[in-house]
C-alpha cells in the first residue's frame, strides 16, 4: 500500500494546529491531544494524537485528507485511510461508536464500521496498534500495526584480525579494551577513566571499579533490553582481572594483555562458558556485566580509559 500511495505521506508540522485547536473545533469537544479520540472530538487538519507514554509513533489528519500512522523514528507509513486528494477533510470519533473520516463536502471516505457501539473510543496504544474500544475496553477494530524502540546498542561478531595487527592495536589494547570493544590504545584500567584506581587485586575492588565505569552488574541468563553485549570478570587474586566477551553468536571471545584476541581457553577449546572454561591461574570467577557496545570493532560505547 506504502509504495502506491508514497507521495501522500508527507509528514505535517502539528505546532500551529495545536495552539489554534479551541478555535478549530467549535461544534465538537475540547481535544487534549493525548492518546485517545473520544466520543465527539475531531481531529482537523494537522491534528495529531500519539501514546501518551512514548514517542515512537503518532496519528495525524494530514492536510490532503489522508489519516496517517506514522512510525516517529524515520517517519515511515504504518498505516493510512487511502483518504488523500480531498483537503478539507476531518476525522471525527461519533457517538455511535464509528470513526469516520469525512470529506470536505460531508462525504465518507472511510469508517471503521463500528457504529452501535456508543461510548466506543479511539486509541493509540504504546505498541502504535490503533484500536478502536467498546465502553468496556474490548476491542472492535484495529489498525494491527506495532513499532519497537530502535535499540541503540548491537554486540560485535568475532573478528580477531581487527585487534591482532601485530603493532598499536595489539599492544596498546587489554582485555579490557577488548571485552568492551572499545579500542582506547591506552591499556585502559577499569575505573581509571572515573578516578578509581590503586585498588587492590580482589575481586570485589574490580567489580566496584567496573560499577564505577558505568558497566551493569548482570547475571548469567540477564538479558539487556536495549541490546548491550555480556562480558565477565575473573581474578587471579592478589595479581591479575581478566574478562571475557560473548560475542553476537554467543561464544566466548578474549585478549589477555597485549597477546592475540582469541577464541579458545587454556587447554585450547572454545569458550562456551567462562565460568567452566579453563582460565589458568585466574580462580575466581567474580560476575557477569552488560557494556554499551556496538557490532563495528573498536567501536564500543562503554566509558573507559
Excluded at 461510548?119 to 465502553?135: D, I
Excluded at 595489539?170 to 577499569?190: G, W
Excluded at 558505568?214 to 540477564?222: D, F, Q, Y
Aim: aromatic share 10%; charged share 10%; with cysteine.
Amino acid at each position: 500500500m506504502a509504495s502506491t500511495l508514497s507521495h501522500s505521506f508527507k509528514p505535517l508540522r502539528v505546532a500551529a494546529a495545536l495552539l489554534a485547536c479551541s478555535v478549530a473545533l467549535q461544534a465538537s469537544a475540547a481535544h487534549s491531544y493525548t492518546d485517545k479520540l473520544v466520543a465527539g472530538e475531531t481531529l482537523q487538519a494537522n491534528e495529531s494524537i500519539k501514546p501518551i507514554d512514548n514517542n515512537l509513533a503518532y496519528l495525524v489528519m494530514q492536510g490532503d485528507g489522508n489519516l496517517v500512522l506514522y512510525r516517529t523514528s524515520d517517519n515511515a507509513p504504518l498505516w493510512h485511510t487511502s483518504s488523500w486528494g480531498h483537503p478539507g477533510s476531518v476525522t471525527v470519533m461519533q457517538g455511535d461508536g464509528n470513526l469516520v473520516v469525512y470529506g470536505p463536502n460531508n462525504e465518507v471516505l472511510f469508517h471503521t464500521s463500528t457504529y452501535n457501539n456508543p461510548g466506543s473510543y479511539l486509541q493509540l496504544l504504546s505498541s502504535g496498534n490503533l484500536v478502536v474500544k467498546a465502553a468496556n475496553n474490548t476491542v472492535l477494530w484495529a489498525s494491527n500495526t506495532s513499532v519497537q524502540p530502535a535499540t541503540p546498542y548491537s554486540t560485535p561478531s568475532y573478528q580477531p584480525t581487527f585487534w591482532n595487527d601485530n603493532g598499536t592495536i595489539q599492544r596498546n589494547n587489554n582485555c579490557y579494551n577488548y571485552a568492551n570493544n572499545k579500542r582506547t590504545d591506552t591499556f585502559a584500567q577499569p575505573g581509571r577513566a572515573h578516578g578509581v584506581t590503586g585498588y587492590p587485586m580482589t575481586g570485589s575492588a574490580v567489580y566496584n571499579a567496573a560499577v564505577a565505569d558505568g558497566l551493569v552488574p548482570t547475571t548469567a541468563s540477564g538479558t539487556s533490553p536495549d541490546g548491550k553485549t555480556k562480558i565477565a570478570l575473573v581474578v587471579a587474586p592478589g595479581y591479575d582481572y581478566h574478562w571475557y566477551r560473548q560475542d553476537s553468536d554467543g561464544r566466548w571471545t578474549h585478549k589477555p594483555g597485549q597477546t592475540r584476541a582469541t577464541n579458545v581457553d587454556n587447554s585450547g577449546v572454545t569458550i562456551s562458558n567462562p565460568e567452566t572454561a579453563n582460565r589458568g591461574a585466574y580462580t575466581q570467577f567474580v560476575g557477569y556485566f552488560f557494556t554499551p557496545s556496538d557490532s563495528v570493532q573498536g567501536q564500543g560505547k562503554a566509558d573507559i580509559r
